[in-house]
């Protein structure tokens, strides 16, 4: 006899509110947590995500874009240079309804469901905020830190709402210093993903034997870098009328993000809404390793 739906309930319940020691996840489950939301398909995919052990921490840079080999004698040999990170509290809440355990466990256990739906949707939020973030916002959550977007400002290129061609890459390409740009084919060009698709219209249409390949394929690129659009970086006003995005050129591994290990899982039951309430509360830094090898287009129009 199969099991009915008030035992998967009942054990779900049980299963649930064991799911933490204390409310703190155990090691394997916050490493189990930390690979579902790298495997996101969002930015952090991409980017160097770290398991921070405490509030703060000191990372040794990876020198991505300089030279690692030195003379023997040289002073210098180790003067890599560090980063800091400096966690900021964030919570989220993601009701799961009984509809949902019952139809989504099969093959699975209650604990690794919950887990694979709190990672899918933390690593979007997550995305937003290391993306978006503005210490200077009126949106509570963005103003927790600074993003990326907010934290190139060494080499910021205004296309002025221009018509969008090839240029803004090539201005993008041009600023950042050619020292770091050692191997372009592992760069990004992030973009708003109506950039994105401007582009591959324009290479469609300015090189029609690859067109229709191009305009099905995920990815184009330009000057060797790859264009990766990006959901969080979305559309603004910008003050006469014009929707235009930023876009930035970098490094993946240069977008540091840091994501304390002693995540919390508190889990409530509402009977009238026939749910489960589960609240996590982690900490989150992201920086730039060089913010130097950074490049930020504004006001780009597509």
Wanted: no cysteine.
């Amino acid at each position: 006899m199969g099991i009915s739906n008030r035992q998967l309930i009942d054990k779900a319940a049980i299963s649930l509110s064991s799911f933490t020691n204390g409310g703190v996840m155990t090691p394997e489950q916050s490493a189990q947590f930390f690979r579902m939301v790298q495997g996101a398909p969002t930015l952090l995919k991409d980017a160097r995500l770290v398991q921070m052990k405490s509030d703060q921490v000191k990372l040794e840079k990876a020198g991505f874009g300089s030279r690692i080999l030195r003379s023997g004698d040289s002073a210098d040999a180790n003067a890599s240079g560090t980063i800091q990170l400096n966690g900021k509290e964030i919570v989220a809440e993601i009701g799961i309804t009984y509809d949902s355990i019952e139809n989504n466990l099969e093959g699975t256990t209650v604990e690794d469901a919950l887990m694979q739906m709190l990672a899918e949707r933390v690593a979007v939020d997550l995305e937003e905020l290391v993306v978006n973030g503005d210490a200077a916002s009126s949106d509570p959550f963005l103003k927790l830190m600074n993003g990326v977007r907010k934290q190139a400002v060494s080499h910021v290129v205004d296309q002025a709402s221009a018509a969008f061609d090839q240029s803004a890459f090539k201005n993008a390409y041009m600023a950042v210093p050619s020292k770091f740009l050692r191997n372009p084919a592992e760069w990004r060009f992030y973009t708003s993903h109506a950039v994105d698709v401007a582009w591959k219209q324009m290479v469609a249409a300015t090189q029609p034997t690859i067109g229709d390949t191009t305009t099905q394929s995920n990815s184009t690129s330009v000057y060797g870098i790859p264009v990766q659009g990006l959901a969080m970086l979305q559309n603004y006003n910008d003050g006469a009328g014009n929707l235009v995005s930023d876009m930035l050129l970098t490094h993946p591994k240069n977008i540091v993000v840091g994501l304390n290990r002693d995540i919390r899982i508190e889990v409530d039951k509402d009977i009238r809404a026939r749910q489960f309430i589960v609240v996590l509360t982690a900490k989150i830094d992201a920086t730039f390793e060089e913010e130097d090898a950074v490049a930020k287009v504004i006001k780009v129009k597509a």
